[in-house]
């Protein structure tokens, strides 16, 4: 697999154990960038010209093929920077203008700042209440804590589909049903799953799905905000410009509708068309057999780290996401020393403050896997995680 | 950063530093307390200064930190010991200028050309600055004007 992603050709003695924050590019996503940038550039749904026409279609053609890579039509499908203002757009265009203060928002200990910083901050503006559903990291988010904190006053649920810090995968099925049978909204941050998840939102039923393209193997500074056909018309636009106006006069403006209502200014057009490559590219693989092979390696890593002193996984990890701490070093000391051995991980906190605080942890060392890696990847990592440890004590 | 001198600068004179840092100490009572913070990383530290005659004396720091911010932690010190606010304003501002523009910055001291030496080091420099931003910030807004 390695040889369909050409960072691992320049940098052949690269073990990339950071994939939840970004996955390596394949030659097919590069090409389509490539061949926009030099041969195809020009501004979409603007020129009356042949270039500007072609720009036009392959955007369009793009959001088609992400309506249909998640079961839906491309009216429901906006394209954004990422999952972040995606998250933002509902939390400001769609909650915010209906939040009452004796209302409330439902959410996780366990979210990314992503999808927790705009849900607190729009709470905090209305005066309603942002209720956090908690969890000790050791098992996935327990449902039913999740629905028997819903009442008459909740407004909105935001729940993530994988944790980016523990890697456990959230029953959001089931909080999902609950949510519709109360008529409450809910938006599934799928940051962690797009890639190698069948997200079919018909069969889902959720009310929002987001996540970035470059999580998915696609281009950095494209995101997608799916949005179901009962609430997507309610999403007002929050930022305004050329695109997504009907009608402009010095009294008023009127605005289109969604998801056009949202193309507020120049869209990442390349990093849009390139994205179409990469759901080419993701609908080629055999995604079960995929995450099984992942599985493997967490297992494995897991059983392997359980030998070394001092080296606690935090949670129970699943889906190819494993933070762990080693007693007395710090997390950034560990991802200094396996840098020099070519072995990037990720230090910190992973953007889950809250989470960190609840489990008393001033952060962890992260390793995430994905396609390309193998287990030759995690004996390096083994190697050189041991020597650290030696030298750091 | 070339691997010899990573060994050479990092592992050979930072981390021994790092690992056993000056004053590290919590300190039962100090005429400033400063908190250095940053919560993307974890790292915690509590700076505690001592004032007398003008001159800064028995300062310490405590708290959570990778061996880089501890040892430049520890570096910040021991070169503000025994002298004035304004001489430890200046010695900050210097410092973090020279992390911001290397090749403009005086060399004079070994230590703290060293801390300017790991800009190269990966992901860091926030490492480095994390207490000498704060005790510049602290400085500024609170007793020098």
Redesign the interface.
């Given at each position: 697999m390695q040889n369909r992603f050409p960072i691992f050709k320049k940098h052949p003695a690269l073990v990339y154990l950071d994939n939840a924050a970004t996955t390596q590019r394949p030659d097919l996503v590069i090409e389509s960038l490539d061949n926009f940038n030099r041969s195809e550039n020009a501004n979409s749904h603007r020129g009356i010209y042949s270039l500007s026409n072609k720009a036009t279609q392959q955007f369009e053609n793009s959001r088609t093929s992400t309506a249909k890579f998640l079961n839906t039509d491309k009216e429901n499908i906006a394209f954004t920077t990422g999952t972040t203002e995606s998250i933002n757009f509902v939390a400001n265009g769609f909650l915010k203008s209906r939040l009452k203060d004796d209302e409330n928002v439902v959410s996780t200990i366990l979210e990314h700042h992503s999808n927790f910083v705009p849900w607190q901050m729009c709470c905090q503006q209305v005066g309603a209440e942002f209720r956090l559903i908690d969890s000790d990291a050791q098992q996935p988010l327990n449902a039913s804590l999740v629905i028997n904190s819903l009442d008459s006053k909740t407004r909105m649920i935001a729940i993530q589909h994988i944790s980016n810090t523990l890697g456990t995968v959230n029953e959001i099925s089931e909080i999902i049903e609950a949510a519709r049978s109360r008529n409450i909204p809910i938006l599934i941050d799928a940051a962690q799953s797009a890639a190698l998840y069948q997200l079919d939102v018909n069969e889902l039923d959720c009310d929002f799905l987001v996540f970035s393209a470059h999580k998915a193997f696609g281009p950095f500074g494209v995101g997608i905000l799916y949005a179901h056909d009962r609430v997507k018309d309610d999403i007002q636009p929050t930022n305004y410009g050329g695109g997504m106006v009907k009608e402009v006069s010095t009294k008023e403006t009127s605005f289109k509708s969604f998801p056009y209502s949202l193309d507020a200014g120049t869209s990442n057009v390349a990093g849009i068309i390139g994205w179409s490559s990469a759901i080419k590219f993701l609908n080629a693989l055999d995604k079960d057999s995929e995450r099984k092979k992942i599985k493997t390696l967490t297992d494995y890593t897991i059983t392997e780290f359980s030998k070394i002193n001092d080296l606690e996984v935090i949670g129970n990890p699943q889906a190819g996401i494993i933070s762990f701490t080693v007693k007395d070093i710090?997390?950034?000391?560990i991802?200094?020393e396996l840098?020099?051995d070519n072995i990037a991980v990720r230090?910190?906190?992973h953007c889950t403050?809250p989470l960190?605080d609840r489990l008393k942890?001033?952060?962890t060392t992260r390793v995430s896997f994905s396609i390309y890696n193998t287990k030759e990847d995690v004996d390096k990592l083994l190697g050189s995680l041991q020597t650290a440890i030696k030298?750091?004590r | 950063m070339n691997?010899n001198k990573?060994t050479e600068l990092?592992?050979n004179r930072i981390?021994p530093i790092g690992k056993n840092p000056v004053n590290f100490m919590k300190a039962e009572s100090a005429g400033h307390n400063i908190s250095a913070i940053n919560?993307?990383?974890?790292?915690?530290f509590q700076l505690a200064l001592n004032f007398q005659n003008n001159k800064a004396l028995d300062c310490s720091f405590y708290g959570?930190?990778?061996?880089?911010s501890k040892a430049s932690t520890s570096i910040l010190l021991k070169e503000i010991e025994g002298k004035s606010v304004d001489q430890i304003h200046s010695l900050c501002k210097n410092f973090l200028d020279g992390l911001k523009n290397p090749t403009k910055h005086e060399q004079s001291n070994s230590d703290i050309d060293l801390l300017l030496s790991l800009i190269p080091?990966?992901?860091?420099i926030d490492?480095i600055k994390l207490s000498w931003e704060n005790l510049y910030e602290y400085l500024s807004t609170t007793i020098v004007h």
């Open positions: 710090h997390p950034h000391d991802a200094t840098n020099e230090a910190g906190m403050q960190m942890l001033n952060g030298f750091l | 691997k990573f990092y592992h981390v919560p993307l990383c974890g790292d915690k959570f930190g990778c061996i880089l080091l990966d992901g860091r490492c």
